[in-house]
């Protein structure tokens, strides 16, 4: 049975590293990143529930008459 000639594999693995690093390189720049992001200020609105704009009152146990 004949011997495995493994004196090309660091070849071809190098050059595999090689094209996997310029395809990805090739992928990340097609994106567009913003170059300065601002930050914006976010201010929470004040939302009526119905329940706000009338008068409750809350029983509590110990209020209950015996």
Avoid: C, G, R
């Amino acid at each position: 049975m004949p011997q495995l000639d493994t004196s090309t594999w660091l070849t071809v693995i190098l050059s595999m590293f090689l094209a996997l690093f310029v395809v990805f390189q090739l992928k990340i720049s097609k994106h567009n990143f913003y170059h300065n992001p601002e930050l914006t200020t976010t201010e929470m609105l004040k939302q009526n529930a119905p329940w706000e704009t009338k008068w409750t009152k809350i029983y509590l146990p110990l209020s209950l008459p015996l």
